[in-house]
């Protein structure tokens, strides 16, 4: 499959980039009482929750960490998040009492996470691969993915689906997922929801009810099951029908395409 | 009381060698006092400890690529959408450099405990779950909560020595205006013991006092204040200039190459003043103008 053309039909406007689909997927699971926040690079997840308040939930209210402007106009959209241009936003906290409400646990119910390492359980690592002492990659940091045990749910999104982004179990627990499982889920006694999907250039994934592990959900377009399976370093549930991901509507390409107007997602 | 001083001399007066923990601020790749950190590669001050914050980026990776870090207590250092920070990450992996693990939480919440003077930082319950306090049992705890008995997690205290920090404009008495975000810059100046100010320019008292609450930063916290318009390069100065990508991406280059980032501290640092060294940078390639 091209990696920036998800479809050939050639109508107009021309088909979404996988970024753009990826967005378009993001914002599907985003609702118009939710208060999202999101943290490091993270143009994608800014742009599907601008596209999710211009289309589905308008009412939704997003945080580009960082900065923290509160529903910044994009338009364009940057990929820094402490671009100062996100300050062009209907207002701005400041971060520290942002890491504030972070911790009360009760406000932002969305948390967009992402991972050198993720696990079949959800779990993220931006820290380190292989003993963190003599690291064979040392990451950048776990910046604020902690706080993923407090949040109602979990937003993962990668643009790498391989085996060694997707393993077994992390080498560094930096963003809780399911941890280990139901029986350390459980016994952890979390407030937060877990995460609830992954969105990766080939589907996107939820996650088995009674294992907790990774489910495929929705390939996309000509991506086959055996493709995701053999990109996964994990066994992931493979369900017995897998339907293609929906597609998205040209006019919800007209509207990402206006946020996005510098194009960030749309050779990617 | 007139805080002005030059680079040179306010970084030899503040930053002393092997300085036991320096706080640089500014987030990402963004309002990094980089003049001040140039100059403490130009002096050679050692650091025993360096303090980021949530995203450490250019201002951290230069003092390590310069070979003056012994150990970062930081939660991110890289250059976010440009990739990994290549001298942290080397230095990490091969274990020249000790990472005492955070997370954005306890910087936070860490420095508010140092500006406060309270005892320690307990912690939201579930940021238990992660790693990162096990890798790092010196900054972490798992202690009894009085009033309910059960486990939090609580960080100690985070008291920068001195505090590098940029600011859009302050009058000569340190009294500072951020423009644009504030990350945790605020945070750090009031934790710190010392706090040396990088601004874009130094204005009148009665420009800061037209809006008093505009003040991000008041003066009795700050203690020598160094005008260096253009000085956050090749980061951005929130409300003057952006980042200088290119900039950036040839630092990267010239870290991948033989010689590593050291080749970059020698040729643009240690190898030229910050006069210079701007006035090289004023290059139409940047695509920005200085204020």
């Given at each position: 499959m091209s990696q920036t053309d998800a479809r050939t039909n050639g109508g107009a406007p021309a088909g979404p980039s996988i970024a753009e689909l990826m967005a378009v997927e993001l914002a599907r699971r985003l609702r118009g009482d939710d208060v999202a926040v999101m943290g490091t690079a993270s143009a994608l997840p800014q742009i599907a929750c601008r596209l999710a308040k211009a289309t589905h939930a308008p009412d939704l209210w997003f945080v580009a960490g960082?900065?923290?402007?509160?529903?910044p106009r994009l338009a364009p959209a940057v990929p820094s998040c402490c671009d100062e241009d996100l300050l062009r936003a209907d207002t701005a906290v400041p971060l520290s009492d942002v890491v504030l409400l972070e911790g009360r646990g009760d406000v932002f119910t969305v948390f967009f996470s992402g991972g050198l390492q993720i696990d079949a359980h959800g779990n993220c690592n931006l820290v380190s691969v292989g003993d963190r002492a003599r690291p064979s990659l040392r990451g950048p940091g776990t910046v604020g993915l902690p706080f993923l045990a407090r949040v109602g749910r979990v937003l993962i999104y990668t643009m790498a689906h391989n085996p060694r982004t997707f393993v077994e179990r992390v080498d560094f627990l930096g963003g809780p997922g399911f941890l280990d499982g139901p029986a350390s889920w459980a016994a952890a006694g979390l407030t937060g929801g877990g995460p609830a999907a992954v969105v990766t250039p080939l589907c996107t994934m939820g996650f088995d009810s009674q294992t907790l592990r990774m489910r495929l959900e929705t390939v996309h377009p000509g991506v086959t099951v055996h493709e995701v399976v053999e990109a996964t370093g994990f066994e992931v549930v493979v369900p017995e029908v897998v339907p293609p991901t929906p597609l998205p509507t040209d006019e919800q390409i007209a509207i990402l395409r206006g946020i996005d107007s510098d194009g960030l997602l749309k050779g990617r | 009381m007139n805080k002005v001083l030059s680079l040179h001399d306010a970084v030899e007066r503040h930053v002393l060698d092997g300085v036991g923990l320096l706080a640089v601020g500014g987030m990402h790749l963004h309002n990094n006092p980089m003049a001040l950190v140039r100059e403490v590669v130009r002096q050679g001050q050692r650091i025993r400890r360096l303090l980021t914050s949530p995203c450490g980026a250019f201002n951290a990776e230069l003092l390590i690529a310069a070979g003056l870090v012994e150990e970062i207590a930081t939660s991110y250092v890289g250059f976010e959408h440009l990739g990994l920070a290549p001298a942290f990450r080397r230095s990490a992996e091969d274990g020249s450099l000790r990472v005492l693990e955070c997370d954005e939480a306890y910087i936070t919440h860490g420095l508010n405990a140092g500006a406060g003077g309270l005892p320690f930082a307990p912690l939201p319950a579930g940021l238990e779950v992660s790693d990162v306090w096990k890798a790092n049992p010196e900054s972490f705890r798992l202690v009894e909560?009085?009033?309910?008995g059960t486990r939090v997690l609580a960080g100690a205290p985070l008291r920068p020595d001195v505090a590098l920090v940029h600011a859009a404009e302050a009058d000569t008495a340190g009294n500072a205006v951020l423009a644009g975000a504030h990350f945790v810059d605020r945070v750090m100046a009031m934790a710190a013991r010392t706090v040396v100010l990088q601004v874009e320019r130094v204005v009148p008292t009665e420009v800061i006092s037209r809006h008093p609450v505009g003040t991000t930063i008041p003066g009795f916290l700050v203690h020598a204040v160094v005008e260096v318009p253009g000085g956050c390069h090749p980061t951005a100065s929130h409300g003057h200039y952006r980042v200088d990508e290119d900039h950036l991406r040839r630092y990267l280059a010239l870290a991948g190459g033989a010689e590593g980032p050291r080749a970059y501290v020698e040729q643009y640092v240690r190898g030229s003043g910050e006069a210079d060294y701007l006035q090289a940078q004023r290059a139409p390639a940047s695509g920005e103008a200085f204020a």
């Open positions: 960082g900065t923290c402007g509160v529903n | 909560d009085p009033f309910t």
